[in-house]
């Protein structure tokens, strides 16, 4: 009897922490309320199914705790029963699964005015690239990557001489303008994550994926990195800053391109070259 009352609490204590807790999530600062509302009806069939199952272990400890002289009905099979159980869980798997699936097609379905980012994770950091004024992000391969070549920009690639070139731990974005991430890492499994967004995939060494996200708040948003990476992983945070227009063109206009980083190296290299003849 005691275990009865037991798990009756557990009932009203799950409902009343749902209630008042708090913690939840960071307000959504995107267009992905969908990934809030899929959440959100995971939960309610979940929770759904463990008060049911949790009200019906009450009732069975309460009708058939022990007492004597009752005799146990041994009954090994019920296809009544097991059908009930069948058609219902069937049901319940694709209330679960069917909003998902619709909602991640979506999600990997870009839109045609997406802005191309580039999102490099490395251990234990991130850095992006962005397309120039052609619109176009040129070809890179992790194996051409070096000092002087910190993205692997294919050199021969006229697309890439115009892209730009974020060597740190902040991206800028404008609002309200749809966003495409491609991600690549260059060593282990990352995940590019912002909470706000609600968006997030992992980046995986060899392939490129991507998904995309429309951010419609200005504001600042800390990037986290949701796989386990290595013994940095907790220190791999970076920050997106939503813009206005105004505001993002500023930025844009500040940032280094691949010519111009080209050009830096290779004036550095000449006067390295004069000051080993001069003292020569």
């Known amino acids: 009897m005691h275990s009865g009352f037991i798990f009756l609490a557990v009932i009203i204590g799950s409902i009343l922490f749902h209630i008042f807790t708090p913690w939840w999530w960071t307000d959504i600062a995107s267009n992905w309320g969908a990934m809030d509302d899929t959440i959100n009806l995971t939960f309610w069939i979940g929770g759904g199914v463990f008060v049911l199952v949790c009200l019906f272990m009450v009732y069975c400890i309460f009708k058939f705790s022990y007492k004597e002289g009752r005799k146990v009905e041994y009954k090994p099979e019920d296809h009544k029963l097991e059908k009930i159980l069948t058609y219902a869980t069937t049901i319940g798997v694709i209330a679960l699964l069917a909003p998902g699936l619709i909602v991640y097609n979506d999600y990997i379905n870009t839109p045609k005015n997406a802005l191309q980012v580039e999102v490099n994770a490395w251990q234990w950091g991130w850095q992006y690239r962005l397309p120039g004024e052609d619109g176009i992000l040129g070809t890179a391969q992790v194996a051409k990557i070096s000092d002087d070549n910190p993205f692997g920009i294919n050199l021969d690639d006229p697309n890439g001489k115009d892209d730009i070139l974020i060597q740190s731990d902040e991206l800028h974005l404008k609002t309200d303008r749809p966003v495409k991430i491609l991600l690549r890492s260059l060593d282990v499994l990352h995940n590019f994550y912002v909470p706000q967004f609600r968006a997030k ?16 708040k200005v504001g600042e948003y800390e990037v986290l990195c949701a796989e386990y990476c290595g013994v940095g992983h907790y220190a791999m945070r970076a920050i997106v800053i939503v813009d206005s227009e105004e505001d993002y063109k500023n930025w844009i206009n500040e940032q280094e391109t691949f010519s111009s980083l080209i050009a830096k190296q290779n004036n550095k290299k000449l006067k390295t070259t004069r000051i080993a003849k001069n003292n020569n």
């Open 201 to 216: 995939m992992d980046a995986i060494p060899g392939i490129v994926s991507y998904y995309w996200f429309e951010p419609n």
